[in-house]
Protein backbone atom coordinates (compact mmCIF):
# COMPACT_ATOMS: atom_id res chain seq x y z
CA UNK A 1 0.00 0.00 0.00
CA UNK A 2 1.41 3.78 -1.45
CA UNK A 3 1.94 5.67 1.66
CA UNK A 4 3.87 9.54 2.08
CA UNK A 5 4.72 10.49 5.60
CA UNK A 6 6.01 14.03 5.91
CA UNK A 7 8.40 14.93 9.22
CA UNK A 8 10.54 17.86 10.36
CA UNK A 9 7.47 20.53 11.28
CA UNK A 10 7.22 22.30 14.75
CA UNK A 11 7.46 25.50 16.20
CA UNK A 12 9.80 28.23 15.24
CA UNK A 13 10.46 31.79 15.85
CA UNK A 14 10.37 34.30 12.56
CA UNK A 15 13.12 34.03 10.95
CA UNK A 16 13.82 31.04 11.45
CA UNK A 17 14.57 27.46 9.53
CA UNK A 18 12.25 24.20 8.96
CA UNK A 19 13.01 21.14 7.12
CA UNK A 20 10.45 18.85 5.77
CA UNK A 21 10.35 15.52 4.72
CA UNK A 22 8.31 13.36 2.72
CA UNK A 23 9.08 9.46 2.49
CA UNK A 24 6.56 7.67 -0.03
CA UNK A 25 6.50 3.75 0.47
CA UNK A 26 5.11 1.05 -1.27
CA UNK A 27 6.08 -0.95 -4.25
CA UNK A 28 6.45 2.44 -6.24
CA UNK A 29 8.09 2.03 -9.83
CA UNK A 30 7.44 5.65 -10.96
CA UNK A 31 6.89 8.90 -10.02
CA UNK A 32 5.68 11.44 -12.12
CA UNK A 33 5.47 14.62 -9.63
CA UNK A 34 5.69 15.82 -6.02
CA UNK A 35 5.22 18.43 -4.21
CA UNK A 36 4.42 20.61 -1.28
CA UNK A 37 1.05 22.20 -0.09
CA UNK A 38 -0.36 23.78 2.49
CA UNK A 39 -3.64 24.91 4.40
CA UNK A 40 -3.49 28.18 6.57
CA UNK A 41 -5.69 28.46 9.17
CA UNK A 42 -9.04 29.51 8.04
CA UNK A 43 -7.79 29.60 4.24
CA UNK A 44 -7.98 26.86 1.37
CA UNK A 45 -5.20 24.76 0.74
CA UNK A 46 -2.52 26.39 -1.61
CA UNK A 47 0.39 24.74 -3.82
CA UNK A 48 3.92 25.78 -2.31
CA UNK A 49 6.01 24.10 -4.59
CA UNK A 50 6.73 20.72 -7.16
CA UNK A 51 8.81 19.27 -9.24
CA UNK A 52 8.36 16.67 -12.47
CA UNK A 53 9.67 14.01 -13.11
CA UNK A 54 13.51 15.06 -15.16
CA UNK A 55 12.21 18.95 -14.29
CA UNK A 56 13.37 21.67 -11.96
CA UNK A 57 11.46 22.70 -9.03
CA UNK A 58 8.59 25.39 -9.18
CA UNK A 59 7.46 27.45 -6.53
CA UNK A 60 4.81 29.84 -5.37
CA UNK A 61 5.15 33.71 -5.77
CA UNK A 62 4.76 33.59 -1.99
CA UNK A 63 7.98 31.66 -1.74
CA UNK A 64 9.84 34.59 -3.18
CA UNK A 65 12.64 32.54 -2.68
CA UNK A 66 12.85 31.68 0.74
CA UNK A 67 11.75 27.92 0.56
CA UNK A 68 13.92 25.08 -1.44
CA UNK A 69 12.51 22.09 -2.99
CA UNK A 70 14.94 18.74 -3.01
CA UNK A 71 14.59 15.03 -3.53
CA UNK A 72 16.65 11.99 -3.17
CA UNK A 73 17.98 10.68 -6.16
CA UNK A 74 15.75 7.46 -6.14
CA UNK A 75 12.85 10.02 -6.11
CA UNK A 76 10.71 8.18 -3.08
CA UNK A 77 11.80 11.23 -0.14
CA UNK A 78 11.90 14.95 -1.14
CA UNK A 79 12.44 17.75 1.10
CA UNK A 80 11.03 21.56 1.67
CA UNK A 81 14.26 23.55 3.25
CA UNK A 82 12.18 26.60 4.22
CA UNK A 83 14.07 29.72 5.47
CA UNK A 84 13.27 32.77 6.71
CA UNK A 85 9.95 32.22 7.57
CA UNK A 86 7.15 34.41 8.47
CA UNK A 87 4.06 34.05 10.83
CA UNK A 88 1.84 33.80 7.90
CA UNK A 89 3.63 30.75 6.76
CA UNK A 90 1.98 29.09 10.03
CA UNK A 91 -0.41 25.92 8.10
CA UNK A 92 -0.78 22.40 7.85
CA UNK A 93 1.83 21.33 5.09
CA UNK A 94 0.90 18.31 2.94
CA UNK A 95 2.73 16.31 0.78
CA UNK A 96 1.72 15.15 -2.40
CA UNK A 97 2.91 12.91 -5.55
CA UNK A 98 1.70 11.10 -8.63
CA UNK A 99 2.62 7.73 -8.41
CA UNK A 100 2.62 4.74 -10.81
CA UNK A 101 2.90 1.80 -7.97
CA UNK A 102 2.33 -2.08 -8.15
CA UNK A 103 -0.63 -3.65 -5.97
CA UNK A 104 -1.47 -6.64 -6.89
CA UNK A 105 -1.32 -5.22 -10.60
CA UNK A 106 0.48 -2.15 -12.17
CA UNK A 107 -1.70 1.19 -11.21
CA UNK A 108 -1.57 4.82 -11.88
CA UNK A 109 -0.82 6.78 -12.16
CA UNK A 110 -2.76 8.11 -8.84
CA UNK A 111 -2.29 11.17 -6.61
CA UNK A 112 -1.33 10.68 -2.84
CA UNK A 113 -1.47 13.00 -0.03
CA UNK A 114 0.39 12.93 3.16
CA UNK A 115 -1.55 13.20 6.42
CA UNK A 116 -0.10 16.64 7.04
CA UNK A 117 2.36 18.58 9.27
CA UNK A 118 1.81 20.95 11.53
CA UNK A 119 4.31 24.41 11.20
CA UNK A 120 4.06 27.51 13.44
CA UNK A 121 6.15 29.92 13.44
CA UNK A 122 5.71 32.64 15.82
CA UNK A 123 6.26 36.90 15.87
Known amino acids: QVQLVESGGGLVQAGGSLRLSCAAS????????MGWYRQRPGKRREWVAS???????DYADFVAGRFAMSRTRGNHTWYLQMNNLKPEDTAVYYC?????????????????WGQGIQVTVSS
Open 51 to 57: IRRGGDP
Open 96 to 112: NAILSYVEGVARGPDEF
Open 26 to 33: GRIFSNNA
